[in-house]
Structures are given as C-alpha cells and as structure tokens.
C-alpha cells in the first residue's frame, strides 16, 4: 500500500499568515491526489483534486501543487475560517489511503 | 442540491452484523461511482469501500475485506455497506461520499460503535 505523510501534523498561525502543508507519498502517485479541510464533527469537504485543481467554490487563497512523491497545499492568506484539519488522499492504486492530517490552530 | 444522508448506525457486539444505509438526492445518482470511508474517534480518514457505477466491480480495504459488502440500488438511489463480524476497531463514523477517486460530496456519517 502506499503511505502518505503529512507534514507537520499541527501548525500554529495567525490570520493573514501564508501556510504551508506538506504531503508525501511513499512511491511515485503522479498528480492523483486530493486535500480535504474537516472541521470538527463535520464531514471533510474536498479543495483540490489532481493535485493543483481547485475544486468548484473553493476560495483562490487555497492552491495545490506537486508530482510524483511531494505535494503541497498552500493557503495564501490565512483566514478565521480556514483553523480545521486537512488531508491529502492518493488515488494512484488502490487501497486509497489519506494522510494523517494536519491540524491547523490559531496562534 | 446533492444530499448525502447516511442512516443505521449504533451500539453493536463484538461479532455482531450492521447495515449502514445512504440515501442519495439532487444528483444523477447512477452516472456516479460511490464511496464508503470511515474515521475512528479522534482518528484520521479510512477509506473503507468502492462502487463502480453499475454495482459490478467493488474493493475494500484489506481491513474489511471478507467482511463488508458494498452494494447500490441505482433505482432508489441508495447505497448500503453490510458489516458483518464486527470488531471493536471498526468502531468509527461511517461517511457515504460521492465519487470514486476523490470524494467531492460526503454525507454528514453515522457512528458505529462495536462494544460489550
């Protein structure tokens, strides 16, 4: 199976802070993969798909980038929003797995 | 709009059986592959179970494998998951998504909790 690893798995920030999530796959997954933002007792909701796709409605701070092993979803402006969790889920070969999440808190 | 609402989650024994049931709305139910993902309390996401479009092709994570069965009915547009000799690790919120690689909608879950 593939593993994912995100990094760092909770990050402290301010509003208006740019922030970085970094997700890394154990083999090559080309660009299949999505990030997912949960709030607590909510389901997740998908932001980016094939790695750098915004989804429809998702805010343009949000943006994905990578290939092959290393990816990143970056948020440009953080805003009061934005303090959830966020995964990163490989559809490469199945099993699907997700990334343990990272947890962002405000600083 | 797209509805997802998961329904027949609970307390259940060890080895005992459940039926989780997900009733779709607000989209062309049959023209979508379907998902059942989970997540242990104050865990991370499991990707538990796949369905093709038609019903005819699924996989399951190899944690549920042999134990859960995944099936739809395109006609009532719902989607079921059959948890068959439960386990206290399959204790989790069970999340009906939309989709088959990723998921772009996930209904609301419901908790499943294999206890004595």
């Known amino acids: 199976d593939i593993q994912m690893t995100q990094s760092p798995s909770t990050l402290s920030a301010s509003v208006g802070d740019r922030v970085t999530i970094t997700c890394r796959a154990s083999?090559?997954?080309?660009?299949?993969l999505a990030w997912y933002q949960q709030k607590p007792g909510k389901a997740p909701k998908l932001l980016i798909y094939?790695?750098?796709s915004l989804d429809s409605g998702v805010p343009s701070r949000f943006s994905g980038s990578g290939f092959g092993t290393e990816f990143t979803l970056t948020i440009s402006s953080l805003q009061p929003d934005d303090f959830a969790t966020y995964y990163c889920?490989?559809?490469?070969?199945?099993?699907?797995?997700f990334g343990q999440g990272t947890k962002v808190e405000i600083k | 709009e797209v509805q997802l609402v998961e329904s027949g989650g609970g307390l259940v024994q060890p080895g005992g059986s459940l039926r989780l049931s997900c009733a779709a709305s607000?989209?062309?139910?049959?023209?979508?592959?379907m998902t059942w993902v989970r997540q242990a309390p104050g865990k991370g996401l499991e990707w538990v179970s796949y369905?093709?479009?038609?019903?005819?092709?699924?996989y399951y994570a190899d944690s549920v494998k042999g134990r859960f069965t995944i099936s739809r009915d395109n006609a009532k547009t719902s989607l079921d998951l059959q948890m068959n000799s439960l386990r206290a690790d399959d204790t989790a919120v069970y999340y009906c998504?939309?989709?088959?690689?990723?998921?772009?909608?996930w209904g609301r879950g419901t908790l499943v909790t294999v206890s004595s």
């Open positions: 998504a939309r989709g088959g690689w990723y998921f772009d909608f």
């Open positions: 607000g989209f062309s139910f049959s023209s979508y592959e």
């Open positions: 369905i093709s479009r038609s019903g005819g092709t699924t």
């Open positions: 083999q090559s997954i080309s660009s299949w």
């Open positions: 094939k790695a750098s």
């Open positions: 889920q490989h559809y490469n070969t199945y099993p699907w797995t």
